[in-house]
């Protein structure tokens, strides 16, 4: 059960798009379309963002996009707002009612 | 409003035992899985341990297998974890979250803070 494998950060500028990338393996990331995103402010609880690989909760903005290909998970972020700036964490289903995050990303508006 | 509380939490010698509760209010709780999970100051996410609805099913991370019990109350609409022989690496603030890991966690408590030293 090892964590799934972050970027430990990314950046980009306002209006620009980034891309998180989240990487499991055959048993996790790569046989289930279970991984969920999760956006952290300091000092906040997590944020639901993502879940079912690229389904958005009611109130996501639809600038928050997810996807998946092999053992790899994405977090797509388009139109980058100064209020993304937060840290952003993957997690994914890894059978036998078991759950794995992975290290989680920082993520810099410049 | 939908609200997850949690408490119990507090500073505990190696090797002591702590039980954490998890308050819910504003949702049917009992159509829900529930979780803990966890996260070391400075250090990122870990889920520690999930349960299904009626607490037919559960599952633990395997750095607390053997050592840390959930269960919940449907009647109170409460969650709980039971943690025992605790270790240093057990410090974390706790979080309660609504969903397991077959789901996701769409709601979140606060947390309490576990400290594991002497």
């Known amino acids: 059960q090892s964590a799934l494998t972050q970027p430990a950060s990314v950046s980009g500028s306002p209006g620009q798009s980034i891309t998180i990338s989240c990487t499991g393996t055959s048993s996790d990331v790569g046989s289930y379309n279970l991984v969920s995103w999760y956006q952290q402010h300091p000092g906040k609880a997590p944020k639901l963002m993502i879940y079912e690989g690229s389904k958005r909760p009611s109130g996501v903005s639809n600038r928050f996009s997810g996807s998946k290909s092999g053992n790899t998970a994405s977090l797509t972020i388009s139109g980058l707002q100064a209020e993304d700036e937060a840290d952003y964490y993957c997690?994914?289903?890894?059978?036998?009612?078991?759950?794995?995050f992975g290290g989680g990303t920082k993520l810099t508006v410049l | 409003e939908v609200q997850l509380v949690e408490s119990g939490g507090g500073v505990v010698r190696p090797g002591g035992s702590l039980r954490l509760s998890c308050a819910a209010s504003?949702?049917?709780?009992?159509?829900?899985?529930m979780s803990w999970v966890r996260q070391a100051p400075g250090k990122g996410l870990e889920w520690v341990s999930g349960i299904n609805w009626n607490g037919g099913s559960t599952g633990y991370a395997d750095s607390v297998k053997g050592r840390f019990t959930i269960s919940r109350d449907n009647a109170k609409n409460s969650l709980y974890l039971q943690m025992n022989s605790l270790r240093a690496e057990d410090t974390a603030l706790y979080h309660c979250a609504r969903g397991i890991p077959e789901d996701a966690f769409d709601i979140w408590g606060q947390g309490t803070m576990v400290t594991v030293s002497s």
């Open positions: 504003g949702f049917t709780f009992d159509d829900y899985g």
């Open positions: 997690c994914s289903y890894a059978g036998s009612s078991k759950g794995v």
